[in-house]
């Protein structure tokens, strides 16, 4: 197998294989931008992993793809990364806001992952003064509570949920419109060519990026968020 056929077979394991479906010019243009705001606030917001790729090609699930990895194997984050992967995958939604003034369904994989996200924070990482530095969710967030807790914590656990993403919201809200030239400029690439690779999408949203360790994004974790169908 040549390198080219394990990139490629290693894409299709990652990020799903590609769905032969025509989508319409508005469906197209709404995705650009869709992976746009992902990629814009991933590439401003500190702590945030570096954008490897982002593609408007349906893929599994999703219309498209904005896939970051960091620049080495983690084993842990920190509150600033773990708020940054939230404000990374509340950007496709806020950018559909900001150009169409009005949300779709696309957001719907990226806010299972803010949830599991800010809910984790509160309820298994001790990452909130509500809770504590007490672990009262199990890992997976979906069976009964572990340990048994109490109809109060769970509110309290609801309330700094929303508090962690609705702060978070504020934030790429009041990002994106400061940098609507970039957010535009990407999506008119992506509208023309489809797919970027990292240099290819930072040039295109005019954004540095240091150039010291352009590694594959197959070589490492991926952190990819799409809008679902």
Do not use: N
């Amino acid at each position: 197998m040549t390198e080219s056929e394990f990139a490629d077979a290693m894409e299709r394991i990652v990020l799903g294989a590609e769905r032969k479906v025509m989508l319409s010019e508005k469906d197209r243009r709404r995705t650009a931008y869709h992976e746009g705001g992902h990629a814009i606030v991933g590439m401003l917001t500190p702590g945030a992993d570096p954008v490897r790729k982002i593609s408007i090609i349906p893929r599994g699930r999703a219309l498209g793809v904005t896939f970051s990895a960091p620049e080495d194997d983690r084993f842990s984050y920190d509150r600033e990364e773990l708020l940054a992967k939230i404000k990374v995958a509340l950007g496709g939604r806020a950018a559909e806001e900001l150009v169409f003034d009005q949300p779709t369904t696309g957001a719907e994989s990226d806010f299972e992952q803010v949830t599991q996200i800010a809910r984790h924070m509160v309820g298994r990482w001790g990452m909130s003064d509500a809770i504590g530095k007490l672990t009262v969710l199990p890992p997976d967030d979906r069976g009964p509570s572990f340990p048994e807790v109490s109809p109060h914590t769970q509110q309290l656990i609801d309330e700094a949920t929303r508090r962690i993403v609705g702060a978070a919201d504020k934030e790429v809200a009041a990002l994106l419109p400061g940098h609507r030239e970039k957010l535009d400029a990407l999506a008119d690439a992506l509208l023309e060519r489809e797919t970027l690779g990292e240099e290819d999408a930072y040039a295109a949203a005019g954004i540095s990026r240091d150039k010291t360790d352009l590694r594959s994004p197959l070589q490492t974790a991926a952190f990819g968020f799409g809008a679902a169908t």
